[in-house]
């Protein structure tokens, strides 16, 4: 079983930063961020293979950097500016292999391992 554990979530103002952390075991394959909003569904925010190609959702490229540090089995998720928009429960999720397509890489069904989630509030 991966444990996944999430951190750094909380209040920001927009336009702000904020940077979120998931503890992960070393790890082979796809990792990346999701995120719920109340009362929508989830949804990819961005992901990155163990090659280190990255994914991101439409809404925060440019604003959003995903990446990884393997020597601390940490994955990351830096937020710029964000905006009200951004607010939702954030988790980080994992999988053993990664699909070639990009647009499957950002499908929350893509992904095996969840951590419990840490939630963003933009105002």
């Known amino acids: 079983h991966v444990q996944l554990v999430e951190s750094g979530g909380g209040s920001v103002q927009a336009g702000g930063s904020l940077r979120l952390s998931c503890a992960a075991p070393?790890?082979?394959?796809?990792t990346g961020w999701f995120r719920q909003g109340l009362g929508k569904g989830p949804e990819g925010v961005a992901t990155?293979?163990?090659?280190?190609?990255?994914t991101y959702a439409d809404s925060v490229k440019g604003r959003f950097t995903i990446s990884s540090d393997n020597a601390k089995n940490t994955l990351y998720l830096q937020m710029d500016n964000p905006q009200p928009e951004d607010t939702a429960m954030y988790y980080c999720?994992?999988?053993?292999?990664?699909?070639?397509?990009?647009?499957?890489?950002?499908?929350?069904?893509?992904?095996?391992?969840w951590g419990q989630g840490t939630q963003v509030t933009v105002s």
């Open positions: 990155i293979t163990s090659a280190g190609t990255t």
């Open positions: 999720a994992a999988n053993p292999g990664c699909f070639n397509n990009p647009r499957r890489r950002l499908s929350p069904s893509a992904y095996k391992h």
């Open positions: 070393e790890y082979r394959g796809c």
